[in-house]
């Protein structure tokens, strides 16, 4: 999750948030982006991109503010990553909906790594309705394969045999599983000068790790 410098927005649940754009006839429901849907805990948000067809991300209202929650592309991570070391234990704080862990969890599978492990409060099943939702809409054949990349990307984040879920923040993961301590071989977190930018909570990252760490 990423803190987004935005201010607090009232949601009713469930409902649709039209962009400036969106237009309604009688018969079909067509849209262009900036698309939103809200629950009672999440606004998905849909957005254009020149680059990639759109951007796709999550709100939600924290201690702090308002998070985001983001669904970064494997590119996007540090390139010293991308390259799997065999039987090296990944750790990632606050992925998200990005593609790291799914890449890691497949790489799991044949038995390169053990499972990775990622550490994020983020509610995986809402986000996953939110997705299949505006997947109903006519958002054009573009939104739809990327809601379909990042539903299949909950659907890992919630199964046990893809990943080590621990859904909660850093600091409470590290004081309930003590056998976090120095488990990482390897530690992403491509948020966390935001969210742990303070020493002590820079000092829970580091306490994950017994190798390098990553960060964006």
Known sequence: MEKAASSSVERDSPSIWPGPFFTMSTTTVSTRLPFCLASSDYLLMIEPSDTRGCWVYFSTQGSGGILRTTARDLIDYPLGVQQVVQGA???EVGPG??????FLSQNAQTGRIPLPIAIDPANYLEMRRLLLDARAEELGDEVCQRLDILVERCNIMLDSRMV???PMRLEEA???FPDLAFCGDVVVSNNCIDIYGSPQERLLLDRLCKGSVFLR
């Open 174 to 176: 590290v004081r309930r």
């Open 89 to 91: 234990q990944y750790v």
């Open 97 to 102: 909906i990005g593609g790291f862990i799914p």
């Open 164 to 166: 080590r879920l621990i």
